[in-house]
């Protein structure tokens, strides 16, 4: 499903500022599977989702999309295959428009022609969708997305990036900026919504428990590596204090990461 | 009386310009100010090819055809070369100014003596005895057709797009569209209403001048605020209306200060000063209405509760 191979991604190259984000990733996602990367703030996890979204091109190396090699696709051509959700509400959702026509955007995606965007049709489908959410947003479908609360937004902003089947779902700590009590209902949702439609999808995130709870396969990302990849059986019976040894086994101090574990 | 309706016939026409400035400032969020360059370009054509014997329609249609290609060049600048917005709009406007001129070969195109769209219509409803407002339900109608085809297009998905583009850029990059091909779009659309408009007003006025285009691009904005200000701001449709009316409003309001000033001592030439004064005004009303609190309701936002 995804192959990326020795991924390298630097910013500012040849300056005194040069900052090697990635340096030499590679992965291979078979479909279906859920992977949910840890690693602290500055590890190069969002610049990962952004070679894998097309939004920033690696230094080097290669990545293949449903056996398509789509290393240098520009990022609204890959965006057929890959849906996406970003860390703040904001940024999944277009603020001045409505619930209703911000989804008939991710309806359509990449096909816009000239014809009426938010119909009765559509709307009745859309609502249906809403409903599922249980965030009372079926009821709001006409209202300009500003209006909403930051849960709702990034609940939206979750509907409307699997909304067309993605081949590939990127979660970049999309409930980070939530309260506890909206992250729940968040990841909730998230987990509906991959499971009903078998999603391949990769989860970063700041929050150990989060990692372990969900998906079927976690990786550590640390100074743009990957340094632990646990699968199957083990990730099944991965527990935090499992996870600290594997940090300490490999050397890693890391006291952000570690604070997040309690 | 005929004070007004020079008032309302002048909103009318420079309405389509300001729908132009709407697009690109408010749903692009791109300040575009290739505007003083393609209103002349608009009139200049037109003019040109009206003189040269050519049919008033085809003539006016090839000058909205040359302010949609300026508008496509602002936003190739932008979006190819990476150069910033403001700038890029900057440079066709210049590079416009003697471009037009060549289209033109002189400064000014009297148009007297000369059949136009504007002549013809007013022959037609002289017949019914209308024919004193021949402009007034002439550039009526063109408004109207065109604000409804704007609404229209805004609401289906490629002008959804082009919206959210001016809303979000990353969201909608995400959903698939090629924000670069929605610039240029909008832009071309835009221009070519300002051109238009151009067009129009060189007929109405008689003339096409190589500077008429000079401030446009300001009385299109206050046209655009004046709109926001007075009227609400709930559709799509209702922010193309405050458009219009700013429109109107904002041609009085010049009118009034051209026949009153003089007793203040103005004179014609203080033409422009008025206009950048009226606009400041119109730009610190909201900032005026939000500190006093007298807000009411949201902010003026292109955007949508149906
Ligand atoms: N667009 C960019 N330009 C320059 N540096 C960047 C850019 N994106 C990320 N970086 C740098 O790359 C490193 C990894 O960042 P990032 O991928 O955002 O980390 P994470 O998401 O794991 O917190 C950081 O040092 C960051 O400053
Ligand atoms: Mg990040």
Not at chain 1, 56 to 81: C, W, Y
Not at chain 1, 229 to 250: A, I, P, W, Y
Not at chain 2, 145 to 166: M, P, Q, S, V, Y
Request: charged letters at 15%; proline letters at 2%.
């Amino acid at each position: 499903m995804l192959h990326a191979n020795n991924l390298t991604k630097c910013f500012f190259p040849g300056t005194p500022n040069e900052i090697v984000a990635l340096n030499g990733l590679s992965i291979e996602l078979s479909e279906g599977q859920f992977l949910t990367v840890i690693g602290s703030n500055g590890a190069g996890k969002t610049t990962f989702l952004n070679l894998i979204a097309g939004s920033l091109f690696p230094s080097e190396g290669k990545i293949t999309l449903n056996g398509k090699d789509v290393t240098t696709v520009p990022e609204h051509v890959r965006a057929q295959m890959v849906g996406r959700v970003f860390q703040e509400p904001g940024m999944g959702t277009a603020s001045g428009m409505t619930v209703a026509q911000n989804l008939v955007l991710a309806l359509n995606k990449g096909h816009k022609g000239l014809k009426i965007g938010v119909t009765q049709d559509r709307k009745s489908a859309l609502r249906e969708e809403l409903e599922q959410l249980g965030l009372g947003l079926e009821e709001r479908m006409n209202e300009r997305v500003t209006h909403l609360s930051g849960g709702q937004r990034q609940g939206l902003a979750v509907l409307m990036a699997t909304l067309t089947m993605p081949k590939i779902l990127l979660l970049d700590e999309h409930t980070a900026s939530l309260d506890p009590k909206n992250a729940r209902k968040i990841l909730e949702i998230t987990e509906q919504l991959v499971t009903e439609k078998n999603l391949t999808t990769i989860m970063v995130t700041h929050d150990m428990n989060q990692a372990i709870d969900l998906g079927d396969r976690l990786v550590m990302l640390h100074r743009g590596s990957f340094v632990a990849d646990v699968n199957g059986k083990k990730k099944e019976q991965l527990t935090v204090d499992k996870l600290v040894e594997l940090f300490s086994e490999r050397n890693i101090v890391d006291d952000e990461l570690l604070l997040t574990m309690t | 009386m005929s004070l007004f309706i020079n008032a309302i016939e002048q909103g009318l026409v420079y309405g389509l310009m300001a729908l132009g400035v709407l697009i690109t400032f408010r749903v692009l969020d791109f300040p575009d100010l290739t505007v003083d360059g393609s209103f002349t370009m608009g009139a200049g054509i037109t003019a040109a090819l009206t003189v040269a014997g050519w049919n008033p329609y085809l003539a006016l249609l090839l000058g909205i055809l040359g302010g949609m290609a300026a508008g496509t060049f602002t936003g190739i600048l932008s979006t190819k070369l990476n150069i910033l917005n403001l700038l890029s709009g900057i440079l066709t406007m210049t590079l416009l100014y003697s471009v037009n001129l060549r289209i033109m070969g002189r400064p000014n195109i009297p148009l007297l003596g000369q059949t136009t769209i504007l002549d013809q219509f007013n022959s037609l409803l002289s017949g019914v005895g209308l024919g004193d407002y021949s402009n007034l339900i002439f550039f009526g109608i063109v408004l109207i057709a065109l604000k409804a085809l704007i609404d229209l297009f805004f609401n289906t998905e490629l002008g959804l797009a082009l919206r959210a583009t001016g809303d979000n850029e990353q969201m909608i990059v995400a959903q698939g569209v090629n924000t670069d091909v929605m610039k240029v779009l909008g832009l071309a659309i835009s221009n070519g209403l300002v051109a238009f408009s151009g067009g129009l007003v060189a007929q109405y006025s008689g003339f096409a001048d190589v500077g008429m285009g000079i401030g446009m691009i300001i009385a299109g904005l206050a046209s655009v605020i004046v709109g926001e200000t007075l009227l609400p701001t709930k559709s799509f449709m209702w922010v193309t209306t405050g458009v219009v009316t700013g429109s109107i409003i904002y041609r009085a309001a010049i009118m009034l200060a051209l026949r009153y000033g003089y007793n203040l001592g103005f004179k014609a030439s203080d033409l422009k000063l008025i206009t950048a004064l009226i606009v400041i005004v119109a730009l610190a009303t909201p900032h005026v209405r939000e500190k006093l609190n007298f807000k009411i309701g949201e902010k003026a936002n292109l955007s949508e509760t149906e």
